[in-house]
């Protein structure tokens, strides 16, 4: 029996893990009490590191379809099938006709940071679509205009900060998310222990929501309204700082007096104008929002309000407010101020813009129904289940059934890759390397951490690296060497740059001096080197290097989060863009709705902390005890319907209809049902006995693919006018 480090892919927290390995199997995964970052915690899923691992139902060899039946196939016939499948529509159709969808596990392997990029640039299409447009995308475009960076999104200093307002997260149930930070509930007590603030605004009553000192239930899909009643108290009553821009933002502000938004989003003036008092007398503060703030109508309005708020409260870049980490692959010093464009080209049916070179996942469909030139007729799936988790994805199941070609890089046969021609494996995580990319530009402190390999790669097992390398020498059509040629890059710009510790070398030589036994790990070796922290090739003596990594099986601790916003801005003015064009155009959208009328249930979603979106239901350890697939309702909803607690209820939306168990609780408010999301197993051709057991039904049968935040292009997955009644 051996012990193995390695960080967990499953969620965002990224926790130290310390794997018990036995005859050559996980056979037990622990928190390691000695990780920099996590010290010690997991969470049930982490547990089940090696059950995960030992799944019967995973897909161990590539696999090929014809008709109904799939055979296993070696690699090389995998990949030849790839070529003949893939090649010939680009010559046919022109590369329009391919398109690719990333999903959400590519931003926990290194496969998925390194090489996903290169593969969708590879495919030379337009049709790029991944997991961000029914997630953060809102997130990225309001970071985009105020910083000129889609990647600069600041966190909430949790461990210093004294007062911590919430909206639409449930970290205590999904670890965090576009703020990694393991112990998320640990570190929700530690700030009330100190003596700080925690207020939560959710229309449901949450784990995260029954830690805080205050909970404010709210209408789905209302936030905006209730930022900018903030916003409108910060300037009405002479506690907004006034940096350029300012004058704007009260502007857009006027219309939105916490008396005139009140009844629009459920929460009281006096408890708008209390957030704003207490945000800005608070000795430090941090406003943090997630999925339940970004997946609705005004998604990027309100990313931008919170941000907004941060800026005027004068916490944004301090400790204990909201402040941007520093990567241990990023380099430090500022940057080109290249600025953010949006909309730079325009999707073909639907007409809708690009973002960050992405189309909106729930047009996907339209691509592929929608004849014409530039039909998609091709598709590459890599780690996604598209059809359990965009609106419309039932849909979206009909048309990959109707595709010339598909191949789905992952290891499951479920709802989405049911439908490919070839699906290639991944091994599992402790037969991969690990190092965060994604979610080092995210976490609440600096560190640097990487995890070797916990075991050899099997027999007939290849790296997820050189699977997605392999693909996108074949969706080039070219044989170039994608690393080299991206090293190459890198090293002669660091060489040209004054600024650079390299300045003035050889890049041959600097590349001949990279270590690791891969081209992805020469690749992770040159960003540790020319990072921050690294050791500049030598120049910085005891600074950072793969080597450095391979030491400190634990992780190198980097300190907490310091200012750093001089750095950050990419704008073209230098300056943070306050009140973006793009941003006081949408508002009068949003003016417009305070009128609506609201009336009818509004359906949410949730998460629950033994599920990962659409992905591990397939565990017996994660899905044991009662049906969590349940319609939550409040009993006054419930009675006025004569709904029964557990008893059936059909749920009825513009979209679809789903039968689902009724849960009767509090825990929601009236008005508002809530279904979870990633459920709706069982179906044919997908191998999964687990999951098939307790399949639940999808959510996203009810979501309505029509209705986007316009700017991001984002799904809108929470504030669905949905009926029910009893079965
Ligand atoms: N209604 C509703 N819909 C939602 C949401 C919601 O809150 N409500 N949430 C949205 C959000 S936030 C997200 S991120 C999306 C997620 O949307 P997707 O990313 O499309 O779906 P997942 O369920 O995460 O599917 C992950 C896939 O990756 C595979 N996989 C797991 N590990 C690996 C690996 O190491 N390598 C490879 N190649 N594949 C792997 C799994 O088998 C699975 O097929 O769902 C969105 N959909
Ligand atoms: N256990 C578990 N952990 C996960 C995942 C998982 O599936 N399961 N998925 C991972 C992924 S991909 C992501 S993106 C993150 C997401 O992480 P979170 O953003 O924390 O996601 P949720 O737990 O869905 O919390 C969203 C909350 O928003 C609330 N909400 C819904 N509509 C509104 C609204 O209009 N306004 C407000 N203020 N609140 C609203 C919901 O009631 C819910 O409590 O979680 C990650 N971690
Ligand atoms: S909290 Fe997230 S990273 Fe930590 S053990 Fe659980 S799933 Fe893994
Ligand atoms: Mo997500």
Redesign the pocket.
Do not use: W, Y
């Given at each position: 029996m051996t012990t193995a480090y390695r960080i967990c892919p499953?969620?965002?927290?990224t926790c130290g893990l310390e794997l018990t390995i036995t005859d050559g199997r996980v056979t037990g995964a622990r928190g390691d009490r000695d990780d920099v970052f996590s010290h010690g915690f997991i969470?049930p899923?982490g547990a089940t590191f090696g059950e995960l691992e030992a799944d019967p139902d995973r897909v161990r060899a590539p696999m090929v379809r014809t008709g109904e039946d799939w055979r296993e196939v070696t690699w090389e016939e995998a990949f030849a099938t790839v070529e003949r499948g893939l090649t010939p529509v680009a010559g046919r159709h022109g590369r329009q006709a391919l398109a690719i969808y990333l999903g959400?596990p590519n931003v926990h392997t290194l496969a998925g940071g390194l090489y996903a990029p290169a593969l969708a640039k590879a495919l030379g299409t337009t049709n790029v679509y991944s997991?961000s447009t029914v997630?953060?995308m809102p997130k990225h475009v309001s970071s985009g205009l105020l910083f000129g960076d889609p990647l600069a999104i600041p966190v909430p200093d949790l461990d210093r900060t004294s007062y911590l307002l919430i909206?639409?997260?449930?970290?205590v149930?999904?670890?965090?998310?576009?703020c990694t930070a393991a112990d998320f509930p640990g570190k929700l007590k530690a700030l009330r222990g100190r003596g700080g603030t925690l207020v939560v605004?959710?229309?449901?009553r949450?784990r995260?929501?029954r830690l805080a000192d205050r909970h404010l239930g709210?209408?789905?899909?209302?936030?905006a309204y209730?930022l900018f009643g903030v916003v409108h108290t910060l300037f009405d009553e002479g506690l907004a700082a006034r940096p350029e821009g300012a004058d704007d933002v009260e502007r857009l502000a006027r219309d939105f007096a916490p008396e005139r938004v009140a009844e629009a989003c459920g929460v009281a003036a006096p408890e708008i104008r209390r957030l704003a008092r207490e945000l800005a007398a608070a000795p430090s503060a941090a406003v943090y929002?997630?999925?339940?703030?970004?997946?609705?109508e005004f998604g990027t309005l309100t990313s931008w309000l919170v941000d907004v708020v941060n800026i005027l409260t004068g916490n944004l870049d301090r400790p204990g407010g909201a402040m941007f980490p520093l990567a241990p692959h990023r380099a430090a010093g500022p940057r080109p101020r290249r600025g953010f464009a949006l909309g730079r080209w325009h999707s073909r049916v639907r007409g809708l813009p690009e973002v960050r070179g992405e189309l909106p996942a729930t047009t996907l469909v339209d691509e592929i129904v929608t004849p014409g030139d530039g039909q998609v007729r091709a598709l590459v799936t890599v780690a996604g289940n598209p059809v359990l988790s965009t609106p419309g994805g039932d849909r979206l199941g009909d048309a990959l059934a109707g595709l010339e070609f598909m191949v789905s890089v992952d290891p499951y046969l479920n709802e989405t890759t049911r439908h490919a021609h070839v699906i290639l494996p991944p091994p599992p995580p402790s037969r991969s390397g690990h190092y965060d990319i994604a979610f080092a530009d995210l976490a609440v402190r600096n560190t640097a951490r990487y995890s070797p390999p916990a075991l050899p790669l099997r027999e007939g097992e290849l790296d997820e690296c050189v699977i997605l390398a392999r693909l996108t020498r074949i969706a080039s059509g070219q044989d170039t060497d994608v690393d080299e040629s991206i090293m190459t890059r890198l090293l002669g710009t660091a060489a040209a740059d004054p600024a650079s510790p390299v300045h003035g070398k050889d890049p041959a030589d600097l590349l001949a001096s990279l270590t690791g036994d891969s081209p992805a790990l020469r690749r992770l070796d040159l960003m540790l080197r020319l990072g921050a922290y690294g050791d500049g090739f030598g120049a910085v003596p005891g600074g950072l290097s793969l080597e450095a990594l391979l030491r400190a099986p634990h992780g190198i601790d980097l300190g907490p989060l310091r200012p750093r916003l001089a750095d950050v801005l990419r704008t073209p003015s230098g300056t943070i863009e306050l009140c973006p064009p793009p941003i006081a155009e949408d508002v009068p959208r949003l003016r417009s709705g305070l009128a609506a009328r609201r009336a009818g249930l509004v359906l949410?979603?949730?998460?629950?902390?033994?599920?990962?979106?659409s992905w591990?239901h397939n565990l017996p350890g994660l899905v044991r005890g009662s049906n969590r697939c349940t319609l939550q309702v409040h009993p006054d909803d419930a009675g006025r319907l004569g709904l029964t607690d557990a008893g059936t209820a059909e749920v009825v939306s513009e979209s679809g209809a789903v039968e689902a168990e009724v849960e009767i609780t509090d825990e929601?408010m009236p008005g508002v049902v809530?279904l979870?999301?990633?459920w709706g197993h069982g179906r044919p051709g997908t191998r999964g006995s687990v999951a098939a057991a307790h399949a639940g039904v999808s959510a996203n049968t009810l979501t309505d693919p029509r209705v986007l935040d316009p700017l991001s292009g984002n799904a809108v997955?929470?504030?669905i006018p949905v009926r029910v009644r009893p079965l």
């Open positions: 499953f969620c965002e927290a969470c899923k959400n997991a997630d953060q909206l639409g997260a449930n970290p149930d999904s670890n965090g998310s576009l605004v959710d229309p449901r949450t995260t929501a709210i209408r789905p899909g209302t936030d209730l929002a997630r999925i339940g703030t970004s997946t609705v949410i979603g949730r998460r629950h902390l033994r599920s990962n979106n591990m929601v809530s979870p999301h990633g997955l929470n504030g």
